[in-house]
């Protein structure tokens, strides 16, 4: 018997090691879609001991919004609240109560507070940075979808968390031509109510992210190579400002401030709704392809040639991911392509990946909604995780550069527990760079040679591993830097939504990009409520020499 299933093996070995690397595949996959419920248990809540400023902040809170306010004690509806993070990390902050407004008018009363807590400098500030642009001290976060796995980008112990989701209403207009949308809204929330009705939106491409931080980042889309990021496409924004006021912002309604927003983050004030442009969009056609590692030159190489030849406005990607998983032992490529038109035949531009041999490939006519589902799938909730980008040219020495770079990465965090160590390479084609309405990124005037998105997002499980996983990350990022440095294919603008706690995005903005944000920062927030007293967000480096106030 022995005999016979060795020379099975030995005359099928191609067939049935093939048959086996699908197999775990699909395991993988189905492990990646295991409620998180499932995969981690809850610690109990630790009520956080809290200073006499905090407490008599919240109890404020508490006296004016009692609907609201949601505190540790409630144990079940607090736990509910806070543990919505995508990033396990964040979820384990405790802060002293979660704000829940019901009302624009709730969230004026709330900032009113917050804002005089601020100005009556009751709390010694204590200046504590993760990195050059995050400030791990102040009063308060706010949190549209949870996504960002930024260290305390919407989360912080014991202050107050402001939680944006009771705004999630979604209002067509009559024409159809914009649609309103609460900063508590879902990628995918937004494309159910359109594909029914043959719309869409320049908005994110994963259906469980929020629209709030997406959309004040800069946002890439599927329809980003027609009309430019995702923030390039908002016509009007609902603000909340420092001193509780509630603006109307648009090109012709605090014109410098709706620019702003358009990639200035949380720095400002508290976005409560995007008035958002539609576009006519049917069926697309798209998927991922799932690759063996092996296939990894001929993708980087299909990747260089799609941004060599000329764009084809309704192609968005490849988008090539290259994971190693710790529980499967096994790395794996997958190649997100994506037609923004209904065709049923294989696209042109993306030719070069037909013939690749693969595992299985999910590309065929589909609604936007399923291409945002299939994202989501491929993202689960409750690692650890952590992100860290760059941007090349599209010098094929670089691009491969930064792949060993990746390797020689994971050889040094191969054995943690749980991990997924993913790098992602996408195109960033110069000519939708420039589209859409102007923004403060300094992308307006870049060069015409394509660029190369490099970022990283590492999922893990245990706590012990952090600094080791960020460690190797920033290295890599730093290793990809240095060598785009020397053979002069580097760029310094860095996408805002992928940016590491270490990474400033504002510099690569460019000096006038920046100093216009700062500039709208003191016209609208002079004293620097959100620069100082809001965590969270990457902020613009104003004097903290200025203002010298608060922390709990």
């Given at each position: 018997m022995s005999l016979i299933l060795s020379g099975l093996f030995r005359d099928n070995a191609p067939l049935i090691t093939a048959s086996l690397l699908i197999l775990a595949l699909i395991i993988m996959r189905r492990y990646l879609w295991v409620d998180k419920s499932q995969r981690f248990q809850k610690s109990p809540v630790v009520i956080p001991s809290l200073s006499e400023p905090a407490k008599k902040l919240v109890e404020e809170l508490v006296a004016v919004l009692p609907e609201d306010v949601i505190l540790p004690e409630a144990a079940a509806r607090f736990a509910q609240a806070r543990n919505v993070y995508w990033d396990q990390q964040e979820s384990e902050r405790i802060p002293s109560c979660i704000v829940q407004p019901r009302s624009v008018e709730s969230l004026s009363a709330t900032m009113k507070i917050i804002k005089r807590a601020y100005d009556e400098g009751r709390h010694t500030h204590i200046k504590k940075d993760f990195g050059p642009g995050i400030r791990?001290?102040?009063?308060?976060?706010?949190?549209?979808?949870?996504?960002?796995?930024?260290?305390?980008?919407?989360?912080?112990?014991?202050?107050?968390?402001?939680?944006?989701?009771?705004?999630?209403?979604?209002?067509?207009?009559?024409?159809?031509?914009?649609?309103?949308?609460?900063?508590?809204?879902?990628?995918?929330?937004?494309?159910?109510?359109?594909?029914?009705?043959?719309?869409?939106?320049?908005?994110?491409?994963?259906?469980?992210?929020?629209v709030g931080g997406l959309l004040l980042a800069g946002g890439i889309s599927f329809f980003s190579p027609q009309y430019g990021f995702a923030a390039n496409n908002v016509l009007a924004y609902e603000v909340i400002i420092a001193d509780g006021s509630i603006l109307n912002v648009s090109a012709t309604s605090h014109p410098d401030l709706w620019r702003a927003l358009k990639g200035g983050s949380n720095n400002f004030g508290i976005v409560t709704r995007f008035t958002l442009r539609t576009?006519?969009?049917?069926?697309?056609?798209?998927?991922?392809?799932?690759?063996?590692?092996?296939?990894?030159?001929?993708?980087?190489?299909?990747?260089?040639?799609?941004?060599?030849?000329?764009?084809?406005?309704?192609?968005?990607?490849?988008?090539?991911?290259?994971?190693?998983?710790?529980?499967?032992?096994?790395?794996?490529?997958?190649v997100s392509l994506l037609y923004t038109k209904a065709i049923t035949k294989w696209p042109d531009c993306f030719a070069m990946f037909k013939p690749l041999w693969r595992f299985w490939s999910t590309c065929k006519p589909q609604s936007l909604t399923s291409a945002y589902n299939e994202l989501d799938a491929l993202s689960p909730p409750n690692f650890r995780q952590a992100y860290g980008t760059t941007t090349i040219t599209n010098d094929p020495a670089t691009i491969a550069e930064a792949h060993a770079s990746y390797n020689r990465g994971l050889q040094a965090v191969k054995g943690i527990k749980g991990l997924l160590w993913t790098i992602v390479f996408q195109p960033l084609h110069p000519t939708w760079l420039r589209k859409g309405d102007p923004n403060p990124m300094g992308l307006q005037g870049c060069p015409d040679e394509p660029l190369v998105l490099v970022s990283y997002t590492v999922a893990w499980n245990r706590v012990e591993d952090d600094d080791l996983v960020h460690r190797e990350v920033k290295s890599s990022i730093e290793e990809i830097e240095v060598f785009a440095e020397r053979r002069g294919t580097g760029y310094p603008y860095r996408f805002h939504n992928y940016c590491a706690e270490w990474q400033d995005p504002f510099e690569g903005y460019g000096i006038a990009g920046k100093r216009f944000l700062q500039d709208v920062s003191r016209r609208y927030d002079p004293e620097g409520l959100f620069q100082r007293g809001c965590v969270g967000g990457f902020k613009l480096g104003l004097d903290d020499n200025k203002v010298t106030h608060v922390q709990i």
């Open positions: 791990s001290a102040g009063l308060f976060a706010i949190r549209s979808g949870g996504h960002s796995p930024v260290s305390g980008a919407a989360s912080m112990d014991g202050g107050v968390v402001i939680d944006l989701s009771l705004f999630n209403t979604l209002t067509l207009s009559e024409d159809e031509k914009s649609i309103e949308a609460g900063s508590g809204c879902r990628w995918g929330a937004i494309s159910r109510l359109l594909d029914s009705r043959g719309l869409a939106v320049v908005g994110g491409r994963n259906s469980h992210v929020g576009i006519r969009s049917g069926p697309i056609w798209g998927g991922y392809l799932y690759l063996p590692s092996f296939q990894a030159p001929k993708i980087l190489a299909g990747l260089h040639d799609v941004l060599r030849n000329p764009m084809d406005q309704h192609a968005a990607g490849p988008m090539a991911s290259f994971t190693y998983s710790q529980s499967l032992g096994i790395q794996i490529i997958s």
